[in-house]
């Protein structure tokens, strides 16, 4: 993954898991090592581990451990030779309790040192130069669950204002990523009183998304999977009650609870983000893998992307930026802000301006389809399979079928060239 957060989107860019809740200490040599640790730290990724980071290398982790518990996990930096390296190993083995994890940050690329260090029972060793990903990986792997499925990539969908239609921007993105490019995805209706998501698809479930969230004390995989209502074969949906009976007031806690179990049951989880700010809504959008700002051509939007945008550059300092969207372009009599100005603005190009067209939207809307399934070779069709190639860093979508008489245009188009 890129350390710029100024890259568009990486195609390798990779999911790295939250780290749960660990000590960790870091003694260093370098400022330079010490710095990227220091940053690392302040990753979305290792909020819950309880960190410290200090200077001395291995000879003060030896000093230190001889009267104070270990940490779970412990990185060391050695600037010297291999044998020394060795030395302080052995005798933090003497202090260390046989549960804690140890990185080595070093400055030899040998072969021979790695497999003695791997030998003593060190559990990565990385060499300096590091980057924040770096660590950030490294550490996170170290409380990966041996045999564990690939971590599951979390999409927020969150509109600049109400209105601007990132409820079917968000629905019609998973029916894209579920379709177009063969990935098994949940779609996560996080608009518990006014959800749409049930409507869009054509589905009522008795349970939904609520019924998870709160039910902390029972809800497992089983039960999510029990939840879930299938909207095709590679499309699954956790709806929203939409019931205006009770108020849902939601805690972050049940929020990451739901979210860490769905990452391990499909590689795609589309959350559909409603135009409110909370302390869960925040969290949900500034952990996300990935981030959709949808936004209308208008001053008021422009305004709450450019907050939302600045937001997730500051927290998000070593994830790829969000990606920006117009929708409703071209509404007529209305006074617009041209795409270019609006990209003018974030310094960055727009993922993709989707034309106002209500008879089309309305007609998906109203017989609870997909516009893909309105018109499955339409150009807004093609925006949405755009939009989910750029999110899950693909440059092309799968092909559908060929038609019989495509190699017979393209046998002709061939002659003509020549």
């Known amino acids: 993954m890129s350390n710029d957060s100024s890259a568009m989107f990486d195609l390798n860019a990779e999911v790295i898991a939250p ?29 819950k581990a309880l960190s410290k980071v200090q200077m001395g290398g291995p000879a003060a982790a030896v000093e230190a451990f001889q ?47 790695y497999r003695e260090l791997t030998r003593k029972g060190v559990s990565d060793y990385l060499i300096a130069p590091i980057s924040v ?18 971590l599951g990539r979390t999409i927020s969908v ?54 998870a969230i709160f039910a902390p ?38 929020m990451d609870q ?7 049951l499909v590689p795609t989880i589309v959350l559909d983000v409603p135009h409110i700010w909370s302390a869960w809504a925040r969290r949900v959008i500034v952990n996300s893998d990935d981030i959709l700002i949808v936004a209308t051509p208008d001053l008021a939007s422009l305004r709450n992307a450019k907050n939302l945008m600045d937001l ?5 300092t070593h994830d790829r930026q969000p990606q920006l969207m117009l929708n409703m372009v071209g509404m007529p009599k209305r006074p617009e802000i041209s795409a270019a100005e609006f990209a003018k603005t974030f310094g960055m190009p ?24 309105v018109q499955p070779s339409g150009p807004i069709t093609q925006h949405f399979v755009q939009l989910a190639s750029g999110l899950m860093g693909r440059m092309e979508a799968k092909r559908g079928r060929k038609s019989l008489i495509e190699p017979i245009l393209a046998k002709l188009t061939r002659r003509k060239a020549k």
Request: overall charge negative.
């Open 19 to 47: 780290v749960p809740r660990i000590t960790l200490q870091a003694f260093c040599e370098s400022h330079d090592v010490a710095a990227a640790v220091q940053s690392a730290i302040s990753d979305r990724r290792m909020q």
């Open 67 to 113: 009267d104070n518990p270990t940490p779970n996990a412990l990185i060391l930096e050695n600037t010297g030779d291999g044998a020394s390296l060795i030395e302080y190993l052995d005798k933090l083995a003497e202090v260390c309790d046989a549960g804690t994890r140890v990185i080595v940050v070093g400055h030899l690329n040998d072969v021979s040192l």
């Open 133 to 150: 990903i770096d660590v950030v990986r490294s550490v996170s792997q170290l409380f990966a669950s041996p045999g564990s499925a690939t």
């Open 158 to 211: 969150v509109g600049s204002k109400g209105g601007v239609g990132a409820s079917t921007v968000a629905h019609n993105v998973a029916w894209a990523i579920s379709q177009s490019l063969d990935s098994s995805t949940v779609l996560v209706d996080l608009d518990l009183a006014f959800g749409t998501a049930g409507l869009d698809f054509n589905q009522d479930p008795p349970q939904g998304v609520a019924d």
């Open 217 to 254: 004390d029972r809800i497992d995989q089983a039960m999510v999977d029990r939840l879930l209502s299938r909207c095709s074969e590679n499309l699954s949906l956790l709806a929203a009650p939409a019931i205006l009976d009770k108020t849902f007031d939601l805690s972050e806690e049940s």
């Open 258 to 264: 739901l979210i860490e179990i769905l990452r391990g």
């Open 312 to 316: 997730c550059r500051a927290t998000r």
């Open 350 to 373: 727009l993922a993709t301006a989707i034309p106002f067209d209500a008879q089309l939207f309305g007609t998906a809307a109203n017989n609870g389809q997909m516009i893909a399934e």
